[in-house]
């Protein structure tokens, strides 16, 4: 199945339009994602909490973790933490995301063990070189993994594009019919006015 091929990040971000931009970014790089609100949702989802793991229910790997930085309750600097004390998850990469830059800040979450610290509003590129990384940080055994993605991403585009030529042609055609109506509309005119003049003539 296509989603088995795809790169799974869990994003965090207690921010509902943040969330739904990095989302979509996500999706169009080809990664499946799994969105949560913040960093005690993310545990639960990830098992850390005492309770059961959401990953066994969706039966998926967590690839990257993206958690904002500020974060009421539990920061994404406190979440780094748990995920690399842990002896199970602490090999999945983990990327901070924050509106501000206070370098500090920053020295600390790598020093932490995070392997990027991205500035919002994150770019498309910025996820693209993480989705990169990633495959390269998987090795020569993921090289399968690398290449079923690129076929989906080149078969998503490709609807896309279809999607969008058919919306333009959609539109052209739209455009021509007004066109054509005016026209009629125009010439019916036309074709009235001078019975008007001769009837007021006679």
């Known amino acids: 199945m296509e989603m088995a091929q795809e790169l799974h990040v869990l994003a965090v971000d207690d921010s509902h339009v943040d969330r739904k931009v990095i989302e979509r970014l996500l999706k169009i790089s080809c990664c ?4 949560v609100e913040s960093g005690t949702r993310a545990l639960q989802y990830l098992g850390l909490d ?3 793991s959401s990953m066994g ?11 904002d930085y500020s974060m009421p309750g539990m920061t994404g ?15 999945i990469p983990v990327v901070i995301m924050s509106s501000e830059k206070i370098l500090p800040r920053i020295d600390r979450c790598l020093e932490e063990g995070a392997e990027e610290f991205l500035l919002k509003p994150v770019k498309l590129s910025d996820v693209k070189r993480l989705r990169d990384f990633i ?3 998987e090795g020569d055994d993921n090289k399968e993994t690398e290449k079923n993605i690129k076929q989906v991403c080149s078969r998503k585009r490709k609807f896309q594009d279809d999607s969008m030529t058919q919306s333009m042609l959609s539109a ?3 455009a021509h019919d007004i066109e054509l109506s005016s026209q ?7 074709s009235q006015q001078p019975l008007s003049k001769q009837s007021k003539i006679g």
């Open 32 to 35: 499946k994602v799994t969105a």
């Open 50 to 52: 005492g309770g059961k």
């Open 57 to 67: 229910i969706d039966g998926l790997k967590v690839n990257l973790i993206l958690t």
């Open 77 to 91: 600097y406190e979440l780094l933490k748990k995920i690399k004390e842990s002896s199970v998850l602490s090999k």
């Open 135 to 137: 495959l390269r940080g």
């Open 172 to 174: 052209v055609v739209t």
């Open 184 to 190: 009629e509309s125009s010439a019916s005119s036309e």
